[in-house]
């Protein structure tokens, strides 16, 4: 999530809540259901935000698994050190980013 897109909806969350707690304290129920919804429109954004993180987080972490464990596997096979130990790199660096994205 960029830093701007993340401040923003603070920015709409806490503007919500604002406009929500006026509402609610001069009695207009219009300016509550308006802060309401600004801030759930936050709250949503940013849980999709954290989601699609996870998710290419979680497909990065795959493809390195399983293109490092191929390069791994081809090295063995070839007598290859250098694919094998770069190999064996990659796929434990899968093993972080898939783990780091549960």
């Known amino acids: 999530m960029s830093e701007t897109n993340k401040s923003q909806q603070n920015v709409n969350y806490y ?3 604002a406009k929500e707690l006026a509402g609610k304290t001069v009695g207009s129920e219009k300016l509550t259901n308006e802060g309401e ?10 849980e999709t935000e ?26 063995s096979m070839f007598g290859d050190e250098n694919l094998k130990n770069k190999g064996e790199t990659q796929h434990k660096k899968g093993q972080a980013e898939s783990e780091m994205h549960k």
């Open 37 to 46: 919804t600004q801030k759930l429109q936050a709250q949503k954004e940013m």
């Open 15 to 17: 503007a919500g809540a």
């Open 50 to 75: 954290k989601l699609q993180q996870r998710t290419e987080g979680k497909t990065e972490g795959v493809k390195d698994r399983v293109s490092g464990g191929i390069q791994e596997t081809a090295g």
